[in-house]
């Protein structure tokens, strides 16, 4: 019992502190994993780089109003899953549920259509949406996305995006995607093969469950990617997007998977991939990969050309994606590829207060040279030093006791086999040098 000071009276007792955890669906990212994330994104950087993309860095939060007009009201992004709050002066804001809204306020924002086109921007970072979390699942994830802007709609553009993805997982040696793609046609030729679709539907109203029967009227296209089993074999017999297609859209399509094929770029069509909003046009596609259940969906993307009008811009071609990166961190991790954690390069193990003064410069140069180093604060007995250093994954153990401060003759161990050697300190570090120039063998943990 504590006694408060201002009356001098015994007070209550102190509620034990709470323990907090991570909100749900929101997660940390521990030392252990985070190299791998580190991995996927400076590959991302490095291949979307090549093809010619700059960075943009988006805000986390807008005003709502930007994410529901171009999401749309009655999706379920916008209805149900935006995490959305009044700011003090009762604005609407919401967090960043993804970023083509956002990089399209920027186009627009910063004049991107005076640049010389196309604008090729990409993106990573968090997103938020308030689903229900499961194995893929989050409320925080994180998205790779990119988007290019301004420019004409020429189909090599559609390709060479795509190429891109193909070639960002390739490097990432991720194993059995598959790739499906579409056409869902333009202002002209979709509106009249929706009535079409809508009127098939309305004979086979009675054989689909409520949403589809509510999307005959709001949405007929989205009645195509419904995963509902006793649906299958009805949307099986209805009529297709390709066979609408106006001649324009009909040779675009063409085009793109002559490029695709050009490219060497792998896909398949699917007729049933859909986008439900009016400025989604022509070229979508999706990808799939292995090892995730349910949530197997790691890239989404497509050609939007009225969105920058929409948000206010000029009429501006559009065409982007986004990766789904805790997805195929998760897929990269299932097939074994998570580079290692790291470890550390040397462990300086001292003894006395002589040999720590030395430590202490040797811990600094070798950091200096670019190797990874551990310098324990507090003396530890050299056999504890050494099963200290084995659990951090060291891979060497420089040992400073008395005798090698004094004869100047540094004692290294090499934990992987034990062995043990003196150098000087200009010769330890051309050895370190080259034997860190081939890869560690982990030793210990
Ligand atoms: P979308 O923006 O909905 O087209 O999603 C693009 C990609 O982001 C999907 O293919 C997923 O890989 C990923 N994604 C979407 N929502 C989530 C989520 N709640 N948790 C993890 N990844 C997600």
């Known amino acids: 019992m504590s006694e408060s000071p201002a009356t001098g009276q015994q007070s209550q007792p102190a509620a034990k502190p709470r323990k907090f955890q991570a909100i749900k669906g929101v997660r940390d990212l521990l030392p252990a994993e985070t190299p791998l994330w580190n991995h996927v994104e400076e590959t991302a950087r490095e291949v979307f780089e090549s093809f010619g993309?700059?960075?943009i860095r988006i805000p986390i939060f807008e005003p709502t109003e930007l994410f529901a007009r171009s999401i749309g009201l009655d999706t379920d992004v916008v209805s149900k899953e935006m995490y959305t709050f009044a700011d003090r002066d009762e604005s609407m804001i919401s967090l960043r549920p993804e970023a083509t809204a956002s990089i399209c306020r920027a186009y627009i924002e910063h004049g991107m259509q005076s640049w010389p086109a196309p604008v090729k921007l990409y993106f990573m970072?968090?997103?938020?949406?308030r689903e229900r979390p499961q194995k893929g699942r989050y409320r925080q994830f994180y998205q790779i996305d990119a988007e290019v802007l301004g420019g004409n709609?020429?189909?090599?553009?559609?390709?060479?995006?795509?190429?891109?993805?193909?070639?960002?997982?390739?490097?990432?040696?991720?194993?059995g995607l598959e790739l499906d793609i579409n056409s869902i046609g333009c202002r002209e030729c979709r509106p009249k093969y929706v009535e079409i679709l809508?009127?098939?539907?309305l004979k086979v109203k009675d054989q689909l469950g409520?949403?589809?029967?509510?999307?005959?009227e709001t949405n007929p296209l989205r009645v195509l990617d419904s995963k509902v089993e006793s649906e299958q074999a009805v949307i099986a017999t209805l009529p297709r997007m390709a066979a609408h297609l106006c001649a324009a859209c009909a040779e675009h399509f063409a085009e793109v998977k002559r490029q695709l094929?050009?490219?060497?770029?792998?896909?398949?069509?699917?007729?049933?991939?859909?986008?439900?909003?009016?400025?989604?046009?022509?070229?979508?596609?999706?990808i799939i990969a292995q090892g995730l259940g349910s949530q197997n969906a790691v890239c989404g993307g497509g050609r939007y050309d009225g969105l920058v009008e929409l948000l206010g811009g000029p009429p501006t071609k559009g065409i982007g994606f986004a990766i789904g990166e805790d997805r195929l961190i998760l897929s990269l991790q299932e097939s074994g590829k998570a580079p290692a954690a790291p470890g550390r390069d040397v462990y300086v193990a001292w003894m006395g207060e002589k040999a720590f003064a030395t430590a202490v410069r040797a811990a600094k140069d070798l950091r200096a040279a670019g190797f990874r180093v551990e310098l324990p604060a507090t003396e530890r007995k050299f056999g504890k030093a050494l099963e200290h250093a084995d659990k951090l994954g060291s891979r060497f153990a420089l040992i400073l006791g008395e005798d090698e401060v004094s004869s100047g003759e540094w004692t290294l161990?090499?934990?992987?086999?034990?062995?043990?050697?003196?150098?000087?300190?200009?010769?330890?570090l051309a050895y370190l040098r080259e034997a860190t120039a081939t890869p560690a063998t982990q030793s210990g943990s």
């Open 53 to 55: 993309f700059g960075e």
């Open 125 to 129: 970072g968090p997103m938020f949406r």
């Open 153 to 175: 709609d020429a189909p090599g553009i559609d390709a060479e995006v795509i190429e891109m993805i193909m070639t960002f997982f390739d490097r990432l040696e991720l194993k």
């Open 198 to 201: 809508r009127a098939e539907l």
């Open 210 to 216: 409520p949403d589809s029967q509510r999307r005959i």
């Open 261 to 286: 094929e050009l490219r060497g770029v792998i896909y398949r069509e699917n007729w049933r991939l859909v986008r439900g909003l009016d400025y989604y046009m022509r070229t979508t596609f999706e």
């Open 413 to 428: 161990k090499t934990l992987a086999d034990g062995s043990q050697a003196k150098y000087t300190e200009t010769d330890l």
